[in-house]
């Protein structure tokens, strides 16, 4: 079983305060500004579908794909439970962001919660953005979000402990991470113990995310490679200017 499908087990759990419907606010204001016709949405690494329930109760039709079968599986459950026409919008499927071929293209492309910076290679982050450029037509929007780096090296990462808990568990999440300056990434090292509440049994796993921080410029190489024109660049939620204390960039790209 690979990381991401330890971690969907208690990935909602964990982010359960995550305020998705803001977020999707945020979104749909730059889809507005950008691509008012867009109703058809693709999302690239779409995790258990925080997003993609939001956008369909907003109207828009949502194609998630994720590397993780168990958030697929999640993320479909999650859309049956809502209105059969909401419901309908939804459609999620295994797949890699780096090879994804859909046969099929969208008003705009998202990638959010920073799965761009997933892509920790050259090849890799090339072969995401042509993932998106692919699945667009002429004018189409592209959105997504990564860590930025003046803010990653000024503001460096530290270690955390997280408690969360429900009706049925007990998390306890330990997060060590380690710089790797060469490679712009850091490896982020969760180590969480699970207790159950119920009988008190015990379940520890230990996983290793690897993160890769970007800068404007190889942003911009990236995009126009991939045959984008950048429209914005600016700190996640707020749009104010990308600096050292941004550590959430988001970037809206139009397919040239």
Same mark, same amino acid.
Request: proline content about 3%.
């Given at each position: 079983m690979s990381v991401f499908d330890l971690y969907a087990a208690y990935y909602d759990l964990l982010y359960r305060d995550k305020d998705y419907a803001g977020e999707v606010d945020y979104l749909l204001g730059l889809i507005g500004e950008a691509a008012p016709q867009a109703r058809s949405i693709l999302e690239l690494g779409c995790g258990t579908g925080g997003h993609a329930l939001e956008l369909a109760r907003r109207g828009y039709s949502v194609h998630g794909i994720d590397l993780s +079968?168990?958030?697929?599986?999640? #993320?479909?459950?999650?859309? $049956?439970?809502?209105?059969?026409?909401?419901? $309908?919008?939804?459609?999620?499927?295994?797949g890699d962001i780096r090879s994804?071929?859909?046969?099929?293209?969208?008003?705009?492309?998202?990638? %959010?919660?920073?799965?761009?910076?997933?892509?920790?290679g050259n090849e890799d982050q090339a072969a995401a953005f042509a993932t998106a450029?692919?699945? %667009?037509?002429?004018?189409?929007?592209?959105?997504?979000?990564?860590?930025? +780096?003046?803010?990653?090296?000024?503001?460096?990462?530290?270690?955390?402990?997280?408690?969360v808990s429900d009706e049925r568990i007990e998390v306890l999440r330990k997060t060590t991470p380690t710089m790797h300056v060469n490679l712009n990434r850091v490896d982020v090292r969760f180590?969480?113990?699970?207790?159950?509440?119920?009988?008190?049994?015990?379940r520890q796993l230990s996983e290793t995310h690897r993160m890769r921080y970007l800068f404007l410029p190889e942003v911009e190489r990236l995009l126009q490679s991939a045959d984008f024109t950048?429209?914005? $660049?600016? #700190?996640?939620?707020?749009?104010?200017?990308?600096?050292?204390?941004?550590?959430? +960039?988001c970037v809206a790209a139009r397919a040239a």
């Amino acid at each position: 079983m690979s990381v991401f499908d330890l971690y969907a087990a208690y990935y909602d759990l964990l982010y359960r305060d995550k305020d998705y419907a803001g977020e999707v606010d945020y979104l749909l204001g730059l889809i507005g500004e950008a691509a008012p016709q867009a109703r058809s949405i693709l999302e690239l690494g779409c995790g258990t579908g925080g997003h993609a329930l939001e956008l369909a109760r907003r109207g828009y039709s949502v194609h998630g794909i994720d590397l993780s +079968g168990s958030m697929v599986e999640q #993320a479909r459950q999650r859309g $049956a439970a809502l209105s059969p026409d909401e419901s $309908a919008r939804l459609e999620f499927e295994v797949g890699d962001i780096r090879s994804y071929r859909g046969g099929r293209s969208f008003d705009a492309a998202i990638s %959010l919660f920073h799965v761009m910076s997933y892509q920790t290679g050259n090849e890799d982050q090339a072969a995401a953005f042509a993932t998106a450029r692919r699945h %667009l037509p002429q004018g189409g929007l592209f959105v997504f979000d990564f860590w930025y +780096g003046p803010a990653v090296l000024t503001d460096r990462p530290r270690d955390v402990v997280k408690r969360v808990s429900d009706e049925r568990i007990e998390v306890l999440r330990k997060t060590t991470p380690t710089m790797h300056v060469n490679l712009n990434r850091v490896d982020v090292r969760f180590d969480v113990d699970i207790v159950s509440r119920s009988d008190g049994d015990t379940r520890q796993l230990s996983e290793t995310h690897r993160m890769r921080y970007l800068f404007l410029p190889e942003v911009e190489r990236l995009l126009q490679s991939a045959d984008f024109t950048l429209l914005s $660049a600016h #700190a996640w939620l707020t749009r104010k200017p990308l600096d050292d204390r941004t550590w959430y +960039g988001c970037v809206a790209a139009r397919a040239a």
